[in-house]
């Protein structure tokens, strides 16, 4: 199969890339580093030294036929000829800015992130329709799409419903938390009407956070992919274990009672090969969601401080003011049936894992000190 | 009062200006003259002959106290200014592009569609949260973004749903039938959650289709306000009723029971005038369905030819093929108890109005019929 990766220079990106070579798929990985600017941007770095384009393309092509391709996915006449030249059978779009605090910091990022991220997925819409219809859109999206509900988060994009006492079926409902949480959103109902009106083929993940260093192609420092710890950049679970390693407390926002559905870098990486190499029937909308294990950052914090007390780091745990409007005690209960319907099966468990990754940090300890000052919440949603 | 109407040379910003200015409130009018640019565009005109800027400006000052300035609501910082410099006690928010079809031409209109609208409302939210936060926002939604759901359509931004057992208060369903109305949508979100977090005070207004020529101080020439009737720009009561003056064949799409809330151009004013002159509470984001008349298009179709007939005016009723993806007989019902409460009295009915408009028309005939071949659809959804 030959598969286009959009935004293959990233936490997800690259690692997805080796994945896919490793099962003897063609990958062509397109990247603007936006990303690698944008954590610049905000004065910090990846935790893990990773290698430059070229490098990767040389690590790459190890385990495959592999070619990275610089452009921007908001540019349409560079998606259309991509297409063209390279005649993808999916095209995996992970080419979005994908952090809340980012989208929150200013009107300019929030302009930036609404024209980045629905831009980029029109421009794909466009090119599949205009080049090849029939090409498997396969689409980043976010569990933080449907906020916290209190009702069980179906794993579909349309559910039934009674509104006073007449039924309709009606978009799954969504209430987003930030700027970026909408994107995605927006993404998603853009996404339903190309389908609606031209009969594209889409997989729609509503993904949880991902933590870890490592899938089984992570082998040694030219397999390694970004991770980010700063506030912005960092999510929870990656950024509590730098903390731990760098002897910072470990600081859930407000009560820590915020639940999400959590998945290793390794089962993410998995769960895509499966969803890339069994795509949905020409024409059909498949949504769905994709974690593993429910957790409050409460708890995580636990796992960590334990994690690192097995490995002789003592680290507090302090609870910080909440810079995000959130609830922080809440229902919370996705379904989840199309990727064990699939046949994924998870490997890893937070727990076991963070000690996994905790471990792969400490080498790189003094090169995360330089940007600890990043780690605490500066980005205020009020 | 003080109020800026940002796109104020349309067809609703215009009039709106002329009301609020023969009510005592100073006027601040801004446009960046889009439209007039886009109408060009599609190779077409406003049947009426508008005023330059210059000539509105003079017009407005008869009625009481305005001010025309060029801007572009995009440009964040020109935002931010006219608000320092005018402190005003509401905005109402009319800058967007306003045309399905246009959303709908390819894949650079709808890019267009998608920053210049939600760009527009997201600079508004940040420039009114920055400078005075307790200005109130009139921003012009659309009843195309509820699409024509089973149930009845309530009048509130959210909606109380039970979904598989459990119960929760939902953003009340939507699902958009062209780009141009996701952006509606999408600006709705966007505001709900600018409400969420700062607490800014909106109206946000679900407006069914706007027909006429004429509100009461629409008295001569210099008052006129556009009046659209290509396939891209004009509406559908206003398109039929040049076709009539045409002895063109009037053009319901496919089998015409689309059925849409409609109101008078005297109507719509009325409205907004009230929905200005009684703001929400402080932090309150009021939802409001404005329209008068729930009519299919073939009913429209009818009422053209009755009042052209009367007028001494032989025209057909042709059905065309349906350019766009729609459902052609529906459901509607619509809740409609906001703008009652009020005061909110309707002046106009459609079988009454039409005959007034064809009677407008009638002496710019050979002005519209310059542009008689953009009539007909031309821009297809598939």
């Known amino acids: 199969m030959k598969v286009i990766i959009l935004g293959a220079d990233g936490y997800l990106g690259w690692p997805l890339s080796l994945r896919l070579l ?3 798929h063609q990958v062509v990985g397109v990247d603007n580093l936006a990303t690698r600017r944008a954590v610049e941007e905000v004065g ?13 393309e040389r690590a790459a092509r190890e385990l495959g036929e592999f070619k990275f391709v610089f452009g921007d996915v908001t ?6 000829e991509l297409l063209r030249k390279e005649n993808p059978d999916a095209v995996v779009h992970f080419a979005e800015q994908r952090s809340a605090p980012y989208s929150m910091r200013d009107v300019e990022h929030a302009v930036y992130t609404m024209h980045n991220n629905l831009e980029g997925t029109l421009n794909l819409i466009y090119a599949v329709k205009e080049v090849k219809s029939d090409i498997h859109i396969v689409k980043m999206g976010t569990m933080g799409e449907y906020g916290t509900p209190n009702f069980d988060i179906p794993e579909s994009a349309f559910v039934e419903v009674e509104i006073n006492g007449r039924r309709d079926r009606i978009p799954t409902p969504k209430f987003a938390g930030s700027w ?8 998603t109902y853009n996404m339903l009407f190309a389908n609606k009106v031209w009969g594209l083929t889409f997989t729609d993940i509503m993904q949880g956070p991902v933590y870890g260093t490592r899938t089984e192609e992570i082998t040694g420092e030219r397999f390694f992919t970004r991770f980010d710890f700063d506030e912005v950049w960092g999510t929870v679970v990656n950024r509590y274990c730098v903390e731990a390693v760098l002897g910072l407390p470990l600081t859930p926002y407000g009560k820590g009672g915020q639940t999400r559905g959590f998945l290793s870098l390794e089962d993410s990486v998995e769960a895509l090969r499966i969803l890339i190499e069994n795509p949905p029937k020409q024409g059909e909308y498949r949504h769905v969601n994709q974690f593993v294990e429910l957790r409050s950052v409460r708890e ?3 796992f960590v401080q334990e994690a ?14 909440n810079p995000r409007v959130e609830a922080e005690e809440h229902y919370y209960n996705p379904e989840l049936k199309v990727l064990p319907s699939l046949g994924f099966r998870p490997k890893k468990v937070m ?4 000690k996994v990754m905790i471990k792969d940090l400490l080498p790189f300890k003094e090169r ?11 980005t205020r949603w009020k």
């Open 180 to 187: 970026y949480h909408w994107t995605k959103v927006y993404d």
């Open 300 to 302: 995580i914090a636990t």
């Open 308 to 321: 690192a007390r097995e490995l002789g780091l003592d680290v507090k745990v302090e609870h910080v003011p």
């Open 368 to 378: 995360m000190a330089r940007y600890s000052s990043a780690v605490m919440p500066r």
């Open 351 to 354: 727990r076991e894992e963070v």
């Open 75 to 80: 540019d349409y006449k560079f998606v259309r």
């Open 44 to 56: 910090s770095d990846s935790a893990l030294p990773i290698p430059s384009p070229k490098e990767r």
């Open 22 to 24: 490793r099962r003897g």
